[in-house]
């Protein structure tokens, strides 16, 4: 397979951080990989999944995370060098079984890696898992480079087998999505060997007694990790002065680019902190003495900050530490500007200096604000119309994890609340105890993931909810990855397809009807029948997401739709169903034939569209 990722040693390739998370593992020797996509991480998997006929090594996506932990779990218990990816919220979904494991030690190896979203660009949360590395007990491993998401995601791989503690690897969308250079070592001849299984149930079977004992094993474990991170080469200290800068994470990528634009590191001792759990505060506290000031570099939550506070406390070293003080917060990311202040600042230069890098440019007007939307022909967008003409605002609307999300904005206004995975049900069968009928909008992807047992819960307390299941067929989002509900032909030999309808009914759902997302007519049929109805009621609407369709199924539509007439039927279509490939122009109106797929949705709602074939619009 001509893939760069399976260069020889010695070649040097332009990665993506996650591509080069993948190298590393390969370079490890990995037996076992499964993962939920998620962005910031979907990468990893889908290149996993890419290599795996050509490699000797099990790839799985799995139902949700907390079952992608408890396969690479098993895995790892079984002598296999293994490894789960996620994003940092499905470390959520997981955390049960993760904090029993490190208790009991996997033999085989485990890495987790877990990508965070600072300034959520696609999250709905900004949480910092340097957090679960201190709670459960896992050494932690922050790359800043491509290179470093190689050598770290093998040599991670590597300790976890070696301690037979889970391990974390921990990046960030900047770190995941970066392009960088990247230098490969060699590809072992085989696979990681398998470790024997010893059957040990005073280890690996958690009832009280033991999970005493493993706790303060867990404990005396980190306490050897702690002296691998005293030694660990990603840990390193430069430069001479009073004044001091510790940075871990792609923190360490700002303060290079901004001692660079300040002409270098003169007068500053520096600390970069790549292996940040356990903490090697024997070489942290070498570092403090001797310092008057020590700035404290790190996305997120003030954890370094408050250690090292806690560490020069304990030792009595009187150092000024400056953490999160302006421009660096807890929110979002940093920048290199915003260290580079935090860096004058350090050395009492109040006044902004001009950076030497800094390329003059002519300013431009602001760029007119372009919100997130569904994409035109999206199946989604029809089914949100239908409800909006059935109910408008007299129910709430329950939402959920996906692309159907986007349905919050108006004209659509599909979204009144959402909390996580699947919670749209749960949440949404809550709701409805007080707050009136509830319309909980859910994709096929997460309603294999969490949403199957809210609907069991749905149906064992009696509660009253309207629930649409969204099936596009895909795991749309993050990148069209498979899911359990995914047709046969695509999914291959290698898994089975389960019928949702199957699913429904066999949770005791007897109110169940299926649709199809493009057909207006049904749509509203259904919606007006379920409307009057009351209990657990199932409505699945089916259409393959549009981009999946044309780039994967190889369907599309020829036909193309038109303004026939300019009338106030055809301004009213313009303005509630609101598809990405109209456009308005002062007084024309119309539909951009580069953008309409050919749905024909608008055909159904206003009779002043019309159907086009051939020539030009």
Known sequence: MNNPLLDPDGARRLLLGNEAVVRGALEAGVNFVSCYPGTPSSEIPDNFRMLAPSLRYVFEYSANEKVAMECAAGAALSGALSLVIMKHVGLNVAADPLLTMTYTGLPGGLLIVSADDPGCHSSQNEQDNRNYARFAGLPCFEPASAQECKDMGKAALLLARESQQPTLLRTTTRIAHLRGPVLFGPLPETPAPIVPFARNPGRFVPVPAVARARHRALAANLESLRATAETSPFNRARGAGEKGVIASGVSRAYLHDALMSLGGEDGLRIFELGMSWPLPEKSLADFMRGLKILLVLEEGEPLLEQALNALAHKLSLPVEIRGKVPPLEIFGEYSTGAVRQALLDLRGEKTQTASPLAASAPAHPALPGRPPNLCAGCAHRSAFYAAREIFGDGVCYASDIGCYTLGLLPPLKTADFLFCM????????????????????????????????????????????????????????????????????????????????SVVKGCGVKRVARVRGYNQKALLERFSEMKEESGVRVLIVEEPCVLYARRFLKKSRDSRARVARQDASAAACLETLACPAFFRNEDEMGVNPDLCTGCMVCLQVSPSFAAWKGGAI
């Not at 969490?450 to 009696?462: C, E, P, V």
């Not at 067929?473 to 291959?492: K, R, Y």
Request: aromatic letters at 8%.
């Open 422 to 501: 699947g919670s749209s049900i749960s949440a949404g069968s809550g709701f409805a105890r007080f707050g009136g009928p509830v319309v909980a909008f859910i994709g096929d992807s997460t309603f294999f993931h969490s949403g199957m047992t809210g609907l069991a819960n749905a149906i064992f307390n009696r509660h009253n909810i309207l629930i649409v299941i969204l099936d596009n067929g895909t795991t749309a989002m993050t990148g069209h990855q498979p899911n359990p509900g995914m047709d046969q032909e695509t999914l291959g030999g290698g898994c089975t397809r389960l019928d949702i309808e």
